[in-house]
């Protein structure tokens, strides 16, 4: 079954800084998962990182530190598979 949810996404400038952010991100265990951008939120380049909303901060204060550049972050409800 599937059901919409809310999701915290986050964008880059270019295809460096997202993988910037899932280096560090699985480096680091920071939640989140890359995803390609989804088409209600406009971004430099074609790939996002996707996490819950709740690990915005978190995630915010983690790439600043790292330097990783961001582009926004934006919540959006995005469909998911609930089991």
Do not use: H, N, Q
């Not at 809310?6 to 998962?33: H, Q």
């Not at 901060?57 to 598979?81: K, N, S």
């Amino acid at each position: 079954m599937r059901e919409k949810r809310p999701a915290l996404v986050i964008t880059f400038p270019t295809t460096a800084a997202a993988m910037g952010c899932e280096s560090l991100c699985i480096e680091r265990g920071l939640p989140g998962r890359t995803i390609p951008v989804p088409g209600e939120v406009a971004a430099g380049c074609g790939l996002a990182w996707k996490a819950l909303p709740a690990d915005g901060e978190l995630l915010r204060g983690e790439l600043a530190a790292a330097g990783v550049p961001t582009e926004g972050y934006t919540v959006i409800d995005m469909w998911e598979v609930v089991r």
